[in-house]
């Protein structure tokens, strides 16, 4: 079956623009979550849903960013005014319910991610 | 605050040895630590999935083991090939909280 999918993968856009980054998730699992990775570092928590309500946003650096899940399946983040720092790969990953009580339900998939470049 | 760390940082080996990743973190109380594979500009492939109640995982050559009470798991490859170059990633998710916690990684170069 088809995996988590993201969409672009590369993203090229100037300082002070705004940018929307698209996540398809499994079908059929109802926890979205979005990480940052850096070059040379381990991907980092920025928000995550569960359904169409997002559970946990804790992750996001600041008000610039903004992530909508209207349906419960496609995500989409949002970054206003980008700067230089939000270069990064932006990367989805999904799960069935992080919530169960155990076995491979709450095992997250990841999709390819998109590379963000602000210039 | 939940830390993973990965040792070594990169290692590079000549095919056909076994070789051990290791990983370790601060806080013990954890439902479960996945390691993936990550080769360079694509995204994440999950390896192994070691819930807290269980001890080790296996997936052909690789086997991981979880020792919780000490904050550690290992990632044991078996007969390693050029193939398994790529980056390894250890990640925690805490008790009741569902984000993941990754370490840094590993880098791995498989010589042949």
């Known amino acids: 079956g088809a995996g988590v999918s993201q969409t672009p993968s590369n993203k090229v856009t100037e300082k002070g623009k705004y940018v929307e980054l698209r996540c398809d998730p499994i079908?059929?699992?109802?926890?979205l979550y979005w990480y940052r990775q850096s070059l040379g570092q381990g991907p980092e928590f920025l928000i995550y849903?569960?359904?169409?309500?997002?559970?946990?946003d804790s992750g996001l650096p600041n008000d610039r960013f903004f992530a909508v899940r209207p349906e419960g399946s496609v995500s989409t983040l949002k970054i206003q005014r980008t700067e230089r720092g939000d270069s990064a790969v932006y990367l989805c990953?999904?799960?069935?319910?992080?919530?169960?009580?155990?076995?491979?339900?709450?095992?997250?998939?990841f999709g390819p991610g998109t590379r963000l470049t602000v210039l | 605050k939940q830390e993973v760390t990965q040792i070594p940082a990169a290692l590079s080996v000549p095919e056909g040895e076994n070789l051990v990743l290791n990983c370790s973190f601060t806080?013990?109380?954890?439902?479960?630590l996945q390691w993936f594979r990550q080769d360079p500009g694509k995204g994440l492939t999950s390896l192994l999935l070691?819930?807290?109640?269980?001890r080790e995982q296996t997936s052909g050559r690789l086997n991981a083991s979880l020792d919780k009470s000490s904050g550690r798991s290992t990632l044991y490859i078996a007969a390693s090939q050029p193939g398994d170059s790529a980056t390894y990633l250890c990640?925690?998710?805490?008790?009741?909280?569902?984000?993941?916690?990754f370490g840094k990684g590993t880098r791995l170069s498989v010589i042949a």
């Open positions: 079908s059929g699992h109802t926890a």
């Open positions: 070691i819930q807290s109640s269980q």
């Open positions: 990953a999904s799960s069935l319910n992080p919530t169960s009580g155990g076995g491979s339900y709450n095992e997250q998939f």
């Open positions: 806080d013990s109380a954890i439902y479960n």
């Open positions: 990640a925690v998710r805490q008790l009741g909280d569902t984000p993941l916690v």
């Open positions: 849903f569960q359904g169409t309500g997002a559970a946990d």
